[in-house]
C-alpha cells in the first residue's frame, strides 16, 4: 500500500522569507512523487513531479522539490515567498510497480504567506 | 483548451433523491478518477477507469457508482444519496495509469444533502 503524510496543518511565512512545506511518504516499490496546489473555489494544479534521474525537481512559480530516498521525503520549497502563495499544497505519490493504483494523496497543508 | 468539465459545480438535494454528476476530458486520457475531499482528510479516491468498460473501487467506493461507456465521460451516480455524503468532488484524468504521468483535475463539484 501507498501513503502520504504532510505533518504540518498549517505554515506561516513572513513574505520573501524562504518557505518549506513538507512531505514523507511510502511506497513499496519505487516512487513518482507530484505536488498540487489548490487556491479557493478552485481544482488541483500541478506543480511539479519527481519520476527519476535529478533529486531536484524545479516546477511553475518557482517552486522546487527534493526528493530524499534514505529519508522518504519529497518536500516542496521556495527561497522567496509571496503573498499570493497562499494556498493549500498536496503532495502525492503513486508506486511506480502499483498497477491501477491511482495517485494516494496527503491530507494537505495550509500555506499562509504574511505580508 | 485541453480540461476536465464537471457539472454542476454546486448542488443542493435531499436525501435519497438520485443525482448524477457528470465528467468530460478532451485529452483522449485513458484514465479517468472520482475524488471526495473533505477537511482533515484530504483526497481520497472514489473510483477509478482504465479504460471504456474498466472501472474499479478506490478507497471508499459505498454510495456511489460510475460508468465508462465512453472514453471522454466518466459521470458519478449517487442513487440514494445521504448527508454524509456531502462533500466536495473532483473528477480527474490521466494519459495512462501506472505511469509518471499526473492529473488533471477538474474544477470540482460543491455537493450538500440535506
Known amino acids: 500500500a501507498q501513503s502520504v503524510a504532510q505533518p504540518e496543518d498549517q505554515v506561516n511565512v513572513a513574505e520573501g522569507n524562504p518557505l518549506t512545506v513538507k512531505c514523507t511518504y511510502s511506497?513499496?516499490?519505487?516512487?513518482?512523487l507530484f505536488w498540487y496546489v489548490q487556491y479557493p473555489n478552485r481544482g488541483l494544479q500541478f506543480l511539479l513531479k519527481y519520476i527519476t534521474g535529478d533529486n531536484l525537481v524545479k516546477g511553475s512559480y518557482g517552486f522546487e522539490a527534493e526528493f530524499n530516498k534514505s529519508q522518504t521525503s519529497f518536500h516542496l520549497k521556495k527561497p522567496s515567498a509571496l503573498v499570493s502563495d497562499s494556498a493549500l499544497y498536496f503532495c502525492?505519490?503513486?508506486?511506480?510497480?502499483?498497477?491501477?493504483?491511482?495517485?494516494?494523496f496527503g491530507k494537505g497543508t495550509h500555506l499562509i504567506i504574511q505580508p | 483548451e485541453a480540461q476536465v468539465t464537471q457539472n454542476p459545480r454546486y448542488l443542493i438535494t435531499v436525501t435519497g433523491k438520485k443525482l448524477t454528476v457528470t465528467c468530460s476530458q478532451n485529452m483522449n486520457h485513458e484514465y479517468m478518477s472520482w475524488y471526495r475531499q473533505d477537511p482533515g482528510l484530504g483526497l481520497r479516491q472514489i473510483y477509478y477507469?482504465?479504460?471504456?468498460?474498466?472501472?474499479d473501487k478506490g478507497d471508499v467506493p459505498e454510495g456511489y457508482k460510475v460508468s465508462r461507456k465512453e472514453k471522454r465521460n466518466f459521470p458519478l451516480i449517487l442513487e440514494s444519496p445521504s448527508p454524509n455524503q456531502t462533500s466536495l468532488y473532483f473528477c480527474?484524468?490521466?494519459?495512462?495509469?501506472?505511469?509518471?504521468?499526473?492529473?488533471?483535475f477538474g474544477s470540482g463539484t460543491r455537493l450538500t444533502v440535506v
Open positions: 480527474a484524468s490521466s494519459l495512462m495509469s501506472g505511469q509518471g504521468d499526473g492529473y488533471t
Open positions: 477507469s482504465m479504460n471504456v468498460e474498466v472501472t
Open positions: 511506497v513499496s516499490g519505487n516512487p513518482y
Open positions: 502525492a505519490v503513486r508506486d511506480m510497480g502499483g498497477g491501477a493504483d491511482g495517485l494516494t
